[in-house]
Each structure stands twice: as structure tokens, then as C-alpha cells.
């Protein structure tokens, strides 16, 4: 079965600032992996994700996220925050098996101040 | 435009009862998922329906029922069984139950019980 640890539960930065947040995820067969967003009170959106190819993928935002297959992580990070990035950050894995079953991680809270 | 609706916004449920929540999408997607969220747990899988008048558990179905009538509509029910159903309920579907598939969330339904 596939998990995906997020350890860090929430991550203050200050605006401007770059930021990293942390997924690792583990799985016996190639996985896919996602990046949702979730702003207060809201659904979830995706933000970018990684099916095959390339290991750097990025977002319309700013964001990117590095595939590393050897440290089974898929970090995501950006140079430059905004205030408008304060939401919580979700890191999903999924395998091709007849079923698409989504495993979230425990999500991270980005909280970005002035 | 299209999207996933769920209704109502806000629900509160009393003791022993039973309550339907609302799933509806125009996407005209074949698959269709119900999500528990909880502080700090991240999204759990409820039920899913990978196509009309069929569906399965996910990880957490009981205390739950569902039905796909319809391929729009996805409707929860929450037992009186489900004995801590205080939650943020999240529908969502794709195009079809692919591991490489997003998923387009719904803006929730929050549970609450008197």
C-alpha cells in the first residue's frame, strides 16, 4: 500500500521568501504524485502533478516540484511567496491498479505574513 | 461553466438521525468519490463509484451510504450508525478512475452535530 508523509504541519514564512514543503512518499510500484491547494473553507485544486518524463514540474503560480525517485520525495517550492499563498498544502500519491485511490498526506498550513 | 456542486453549505444533525448530503457534477465524469477531512488527518476515502448504479467502500464506508442513480449526482448518507460524524465532507470526481486522473474537488459540506 502507498503513504505519503508530510512532516512538517504548518510552515510561517515571511512574504517574498522562498518556501519548501516537504513530501515523502512511500510505494512498491511507479507512483503518480500530486500537489493540491486548499484555501479556508474551500475545496481542493490542483496545483501540479507528476506522472511520467521530465522530474521537474511547475504550476501557472510559481510553484514546482522535483520528483527524486532515489530519496522517494516530491518536495514543492517556491522562490517567492505572496500573502494570496496562505492556504493548506496537500501531497497525494496514487498507482495505476484498476483504481485510482488517492492517499493524502496529513497536509501542511503555509501561513505567509508581511 | 463546469464544476462539482455540494449542498448544503452548512449541515447540523441531531442525535439518531440521518442526513443526506449533495453531490452533483456537470463534468460528465465517470468516476465520483466522497472524502472525510478532519484537522490534521488530511482527506480520508469514504465511497466511490467508478460508473452508474455501482460503487465501493473506501477506507473509513461505515456509518455511510451512497447511491449513483445518475452519472451528475453522488449523494451521502450519514447513519445515525456513523457516531462522530463531525466533519468537512469533500465530493469529487474524474474523468475516469485512472491513477494519472485529477481530481476536481467540490467547496464541501460542513457537518456539524447538535
Known amino acids: 500500500a502507498q503513504s505519503v508523509t508530510q512532516l512538517d504541519s504548518q510552515v510561517p514564512v515571511f512574504e517574498e521568501a522562498p518556501v519548501e514543503l516537504r513530501c515523502n512518499y512511500s510505494s512498491s510500484v511507479s507512483v503518480y504524485l500530486f500537489w493540491y491547494v486548499q484555501y479556508p473553507n474551500q475545496g481542493l485544486q490542483l496545483l501540479l502533478k507528476y506522472l511520467s518524463g521530465s522530474t521537474l514540474v511547475e504550476s501557472i503560480n510559481g510553484f514546482e516540484a522535483e520528483f527524486n525517485k532515489s530519496q522517494t520525495s516530491f518536495h514543492l517550492r517556491k522562490p517567492s511567496v505572496h500573502i494570496s499563498d496562505t492556504a493548506e498544502y496537500f501531497c497525494a500519491v496514487s498507482v495505476d491498479t484498476g483504481f485510482q485511490k488517492l492517499v493524502f498526506g496529513t497536509g501542511t498550513r503555509l501561513l505567509v505574513s508581511p | 461553466d463546469g464544476g462539482i456542486t455540494q449542498s448544503p453549505k452548512y449541515l447540523f444533525r441531531k442525535e439518531g438521525q440521518n442526513v443526506t448530503l449533495s453531490c452533483e457534477q456537470n463534468?460528465?465524469?465517470?468516476?465520483m468519490y466522497w472524502y472525510r477531512q478532519d484537522p490534521g488527518q488530511g482527506l480520508r476515502l469514504i465511497y466511490y463509484?467508478?460508473?452508474?448504479?455501482?460503487?465501493q467502500k473506501g477506507d473509513i464506508a461505515e456509518g455511510y451510504s451512497v447511491s449513483r442513480e445518475k452519472k451528475e449526482s453522488f449523494p451521502l448518507t450519514v447513519t445515525s450508525a456513523q457516531k462522530n460524524p463531525t466533519a468537512f465532507y469533500l465530493c469529487?470526481?474524474?474523468?475516469?478512475?485512472?491513477?494519472?486522473?485529477?481530481?476536481?474537488f467540490g467547496p464541501g459540506t460542513r457537518l456539524l452535530v447538535l
Open positions: 469529487a470526481s474524474s474523468i475516469w478512475p485512472s491513477g494519472k486522473e485529477t481530481q476536481y
Open positions: 463534468l460528465n465524469h465517470d468516476a
Open positions: 463509484s467508478q460508473i452508474v448504479n455501482d460503487f
